[in-house]
């Protein structure tokens, strides 16, 4: 079982920066795909960014250029550092494991989502 717990999340003015957090924890020994996600209200749960072991990154094409996906091995957690923040980005923000084989999402597993809110 893996256990995720997202941190960092805030209130920020437009122009600001912050870094979202995720630590994981338990048999993480297989997850090979780190991924965060944005959710707004009344709308669909979005990709962000993804990292994957090999250091391979891909990003949203609102987000390029202003946030960068991270990871520290030795502690177990994955980063996105958010600059240039704007009011869109406001949303609740979810970390995501995946454990794939040839393409195959074998298992997965969330955090509990942390806000992000944008405004002036």
């Known amino acids: 079982q893996v256990q995720l717990v997202e941190s960092g999340g805030g209130l920020v003015q437009p122009g600001g920066s912050l870094r979202l957090s995720c630590a994981a924890s338990?048999?993480?020994?297989?997850?090979?795909?780190m991924s965060w996600y944005l959710q707004a209200p009344g709308k669909e749960r979005a990709l962000v960014a993804t990292?994957?072991?090999?250091?391979?990154?891909n990003y949203a094409a609102s987000v390029k250029g202003r946030f960068t996906i991270s990871r520290d091995n030795a502690k177990n957690t994955v980063y996105l550092q958010m600059n240039s923040l704007k009011p869109e980005d406001t949303a609740v923000y979810y970390c995501?494991?995946?454990?794939?084989?040839?393409?195959?999402?074998?298992?997965?597993?969330w955090g509990q989502g942390t806000q992000v809110t944008v405004s002036s």
């Open positions: 338990g048999i993480i020994f297989s997850i090979n795909y």
């Open positions: 995501r494991a995946e454990y794939r084989r040839a393409g195959i999402v074998i298992k997965d597993y």
């Open positions: 990292i994957g072991r090999d250091g391979s990154t």
